[in-house]
Nanobody, 115 residues
């Protein structure tokens, strides 16, 4: 019912950094995995990173070494720290909270990287 909300997007120069945050109202006891996706116009939504309830992380090859996903159970947030941003990172970024019952998607936050 309650939708996650992303924040932190904006306009940044190539080589710069942004930290995206996704706030949700889901109990950590119900969460299996949290994800960040991104999507550009005319393209399918693709997985960027994930973090399991045990802290295991995965990253898409195109962001490996530049992005870091983290979760804070006390704050009910999952963050995506992005450094060394490239123009090709420009996209709408979405968080997804996966539980044993269903998935919850945010509405997205826009990241634009200028060259």
């Amino acid at each position: 019912q309650v939708q996650p909300v992303e924040s932190g997007g904006g306009l940044v120069q190539a080589g710069g950094s942004l930290r995206l945050s996704c706030h949700h109202s889901i109990s950590w006891r119900s969460i299996n995995t949290m994800y960040w996706y991104r999507q550009t116009p005319g393209e399918q939504r693709v997985l960027v990173a994930s973090i399991s309830s045990f802290g295991d992380t995965t990253y898409a090859q195109f962001v490996k070494g530049r992005f870091t996903i983290s979760a804070d159970n006390d704050k009910n947030t999952v963050d995506l720290q992005m450094i060394s941003l490239k123009p090709e990172d420009t996209a709408a970024y979405y968080c997804r909270i996966g539980t044993q019952w269903r998935d919850y998607w945010g509405q997205g936050t826009q990241v634009t990287v200028s060259s």
